[in-house]
């Protein structure tokens, strides 16, 4: 079964034979267009729909607007760049199934002509026997020769419309120099379409198609192209929207939408993080004559790329540096001089926590925001309102038709920081909702903290904190209105009066259930502490567990759970830096699985009254990889 973006599965409407359909023979077995049995304005609404639903699962985003999806024309051989699979048969297409089976797309009704052309010839390439070019074009497999691992294409629009191919080959095979340009040669002279010809290297299991940086090997390095008004330089390898006409509308929608947020200032200053060839940055430099744009790109080839056109679009107001994104921090950093814009195209994974931090902090009038991915999406914009900035309205457009893919641009600009969420006040208590990458208290590298919300509240100028959650965890968290009513509900921590429930996802499975009793340095000290669990769910091959400590140890579940093999998911600490990266790669995870989901507190002897419960349903964020994780694996 097909899945959406959030992992849901994707049916036709019950009854309904959607009008307007395009067919495939591959439709079944591909999978790359799950939404190709829907009508395309079913396909539209079904679009909409997932990504006000990833927004709906953080109540701090309540009242967001979710705009009309902006349909796309065409909605068939549209693409300008594809990744495609190759593997004996020859098979040239994508995974599908759970096995990673290649299907052979000989019909792909989504590729532009160019690129059909280009991928038919590579086809009858790779078929030939010997291979005509040696093992540069015969397909990896396990009692093959060959190297061939998949192939990127990329097609530009310019006065001679061509394809820069970029074949990926197994580095554990990688052909010689000479192999290579035979390889080319006769890639080139097969398509004509073919300008030019790269290769990148890549281990064989590795998780991402692409390799490392294609390098030359025939034929163009680069060619024009062009999205909208703007003029561009083409490289392998680096990022280009699928759809032209568009990348050429959204172009268009980022400028309109930061020019007129900048107004006109003597010498706006922009930047553009995860810029690729330019195509946003470049659109503002145009609709903003004064602006000075810095870009950053961390392919060197594309910010080349992206330096040659600028000398075209805007001499002189352009600065391209070839770095990642984190590498701007300093740049953002209070005292360094202020941007008045900053542009974010980040792949599918979103913004890290950090850089989310580095962004608001340099208090920008705006933040311009361009998504692939509706999860992390709303929960960067979840992280933005606790950070002083608000999105009042989302513009998704359809980039990728047939797909369950949606693209989103949002504008982000300041606004006031919401209240936490209140569970609980009476008594000389107050408990909130604690939302994550927000301190329970104020540290230094953090601009904000959850106790300073709290003492926004009415009442609570002098609450105190009762304990504290670590910076990636979220859920329940308790205040005392003071210090001096602080003592008194403090002892049902210290009388045992309190229990607490967690919800984590851990590496691994677990037993059923189980007891981890091993002492633990705490304030210099080794002290006792034990940790119950039972394993609710599973997910992705993973435990969901439920958690109760005895005691309220530094770190106490975090280091239990790793003691024992089982670390918490997303754990940066004493976690699994492999499966924290698959975690956020694959389902958005950006922190610890670490959620307060139930506090219980006794009266004290001879109090009269029943236990006091708090809640805090699973925060969205986690909600959204666990949903996700749970679909696709």
């Known amino acids: 079964m097909s899945h959406g973006p959030e992992g849901e599965p994707l049916t036709p409407p019950a009854g309904a034979e959607p009008a307007e359909r395009v067919h495939c023979p591959h439709a079944a077995a591909c999978g790359g267009c799950p939404l190709i049995d829907l009508a395309y304005p079913e396909q539209l609404a079904h679009k909409r729909d997932a990504l006000a639903r990833a927004v709906a699962r953080h109540a701090v985003l309540a009242g967001t607007e979710v705009a009309a999806v902006l349909a796309a024309s065409p909605v068939t051989g549209y693409r300008t760049r594809a990744k495609l699979v190759v593997a004996p048969g020859p098979r040239i297409g994508l995974y599908a199934g759970p096995d990673h089976v290649v299907t052979d797309i000989p019909e792909c009704r989504v ?42 294409l990329r097609a530009v629009a310019a006065e001679r419309p061509g394809v820069l191919a970029t074949l990926i080959v197994a580095r554990e095979r990688a052909p010689g120099k000479k192999v290579a340009r035979a390889a080319a040669e006769a890639l080139m002279a097969a398509a004509p379409e073919i300008l030019g010809v790269s290769m990148s290297h890549r281990a064989v299991h590795a998780p991402r198609l692409l390799g490392d940086a294609p390098e ?45 947020r900048l107004g006109d200032p003597e010498e706006p200053r922009v930047l553009e993080l995860f810029a690729g060839a330019g195509a946003l940055g470049l659109a503002v430099a145009r609709a903003c004559p004064r602006a000075r744009v810095t870009l950053v790109e961390s392919l060197p080839a594309a910010a080349a790329a992206a330096r040659e056109a600028s000398l075209r679009t805007a001499p002189g107001r352009v600065t391209v540096r070839a770095a990642e994104a984190s590498a701007a921090l300093p740049e953002l950093a209070p005292g360094a001089p202020p ?145 001096e009513v602080a003592g008194a509900l403090a002892r049902a921590f210290t009388e045992g009066r309190s229990r607490k429930t967690y919800l984590a996802l851990v590496r691994g499975m677990t037993q059923p259930r189980g007891s981890i009793r091993r002492p633990l340095e705490d304030e210099g ?26 005691e309220g140890r530094r770190h106490q579940i975090r280091r239990h759970l790793a003691s024992i093999g089982h670390p918490v998911v997303g754990d940066a600490r004493w976690g699994d830096a492999a ?44 909600a959204a990889a666990e949903a996700r994780a749970s679909a696709l694996d």
């Not at 060619?223 to 680096?238: H, S």
């Not at 038709?401 to 920081?417: G, I, K, Q, R």
């Not at 975690?583 to 989901?597: I, K, N, Q, S, W």
Request: aromatic share 4%; glycine share 10%.
């Open 525 to 550: 000290r080794m002290r006792e502490a034990s940790t119950r669990y039972r394993r609710v769910a599973v997910v992705a091959g993973h435990s969901l567990l439920e958690i109760e400590p005895a």
């Open 216 to 260: 030359h090997v025939a034929g163009a390095e680069s060619l024009p192209d062009r999205i909208g008004a703007v003029e561009l330089r083409a490289t392998p390898g680096a990022f280009v929207q699928a759809h032209r006409g568009q990348a050429e509308r959204l172009a268009a929608l980022v400028a309109e939408r930061v020019a007129a």
């Open 339 to 483: 941007f008045d814009a900053v542009l974010v195209d980040p792949p599918r994974r979103g913004l890290a926590p950090e850089l989310r931090a580095a962004l608001a902090g340099a208090a920008p009038r705006a933040i311009a925001y361009v998504s692939c991915d509706v999860a992390t999406l709303a929960r960067d914009l979840a992280a933005f309102r606790w950070l002083g900035y608000a999105g009042a309205r989302l513009e998704p457009l359809d980039m990728i038709p047939l797909s369950a893919e949606v693209e989103t641009f949002a504008l982000l600009v300041p606004a006031p920081v919401p209240a936490p969420r209140v569970l609980h006040d009476g008594g000389g208590l107050l408990a909130v909702d604690k939302p994550p990458h927000l301190p329970t208290t104020p540290q230094g590298e953090h601009a904000r903290s959850l106790l300073d919300a709290v003492r926004k509240l009415p009442g609570g100028a002098a609450a105190v904190p009762l304990h504290r959650l670590d910076l990636g965890t979220s859920g329940v968290c308790l205040f005392a209105r003071s210090a």
């Open 579 to 622: 499966t924290n990266r698959h975690f956020e790669a694959r389902y958005g995870l950006d922190r610890t699985f670490l959620h307060c989901r139930r506090i219980e507190l006794a009266p004290g002897a001879g109090e009269p009254g029943p236990s006091l419960v708090l809640e805090s349903e699973l925060a969205g964020d986690l």
């Open 111 to 152: 590729l532009g002509p160019d690129l059909a052309r280009a991928t038919a010839a590579l086809r009858e390439l790779c078929r030939a026997h010997p291979p005509a070019a040696g093992s540069a074009l015969e397909p990896y497999g396990k009692r093959g020769r060959g190297a061939l691992l998949g192939v990127d």
